[in-house]
């Protein structure tokens, strides 16, 4: 950030010197495109990694500070204090649609700093990467990654038609993400079916619709809904009294199908391109994202 070396305030009150940090993400998607791109860059979280989540990046992820969020999600961020930080630039990451452009228009009014909203569809994550790359100097160290996500998106494509699924969030289950959103884009773009309907985005239903729409599988990134589903009849049993089956896939440091919906997708479209034989696939994946590997790498796994 251009300070020269100055002390400035952060949203929570702290004073920060790091004269590099001039970039702003507007929400979590955006704070983990600009992570995996040019780390070095990111002034602070629009909202802090707990420490489950740290163990799995680099120590410098930890010392950064949470800025609160400027997409309307989260807790929202001090416009006076982010101000006081002098960025260069503002990214958002997700839907381009009319809404959130209007929403950027009037922070880049209101903050008096460039403000790039990129398009957050899941098959233009290669396009995501040059464009941050190119807006922050990273062309070069970049190209990498760009490649690694064209070629694992290509796999992807290629998939054959997998089931019909239901997508659940939270620990009860209940939250989704409907047919068509980002959030489900790693399994729908897979040729699985999102049997949720009625909206767009994500939101509540209830234990009855979920059992009309009698999805052959369910699919959370959550252990505490994997375990209380397990003995839960309703959730285990299909209309024709088949059993259903129940995916757990990895959450930490972020998910692998959402949460946030953001490059961190790729590890998911990396195992349904090949799920017996992805692991080295994920491993540099994970390196080049997050800038570390775990010692283990997690696979989705069937509970049952």
């Not at 006081?84 to 228009?105: E, F, Q, S």
Request: hydrophobic residues 45%; aromatic residues 6%; neutral net charge.
């Amino acid at each position: 950030m251009a300070m020269g070396g100055a002390a400035a305030l952060t949203a929570c009150g702290r004073p920060m010197t790091r004269s590099d940090r001039d970039v702003i993400a507007a929400g979590q998607p955006a704070a983990l495109l600009i992570w995996a791109v040019a780390r070095d860059r990111l002034a602070g979280w629009p909202r802090k990694p707990g420490p489950e989540v740290l163990t799995g990046l680099p120590a410098a992820a930890a010392s950064l500070p949470e800025l609160g969020s400027l997409s309307g999600v989260g807790r929202s961020a001090n416009l006076e204090a982010l101000a006081a930080l002098k960025p260069r630039i503002v990214i958002d990451y997700g839907d381009t649609d009319a809404k959130n452009h209007a929403m950027g228009d009037r922070m880049k009014d209101r903050l008096k700093v460039e403000w790039r909203l990129i398009d957050g569809a899941l098959n233009r994550i290669p396009e995501a990467i040059h464009e941050a790359a190119r807006l922050l100097d990273a062309e070069e160290s970049a190209r990498a990654l760009v490649d690694a996500a064209a070629s694992v998106l290509a796999d992807w494509d290629r998939v054959q038609a997998g089931p019909g699924f239901y997508y659940a969030r939270g620990a009860d289950g209940l939250e989704t993400s409907f047919r068509g959103a980002l959030a489900t884009e790693v399994l729908e773009g897979a040729g699985w079916t999102n049997l949720a309907e009625g909206s767009r985005d994500i939101g509540r239903v209830t234990q009855e619709q979920v059992a009309g729409w009698d999805p052959e599988v369910l699919v959370t990134l959550d252990r505490r809904f994997a375990e209380a589903a397990r003995a839960d009849p309703v959730w285990r049993t299909r209309r024709d009294g088949g059993r259903r089956r129940l995916l757990l896939v990895p959450d930490l440091p972020f998910g692998w199908i959402d949460r946030p919906p953001s490059i961190n997708r790729l590890l998911g479209c990396a195992w349904l391109a090949d799920p017996g034989g992805s692991t080295m696939t994920i491993g540099a994946l994970s390196r080049r994202i997050y800038g570390m590997a775990p010692a283990e790498i997690p696979q989705p796994r069937w509970v049952w």
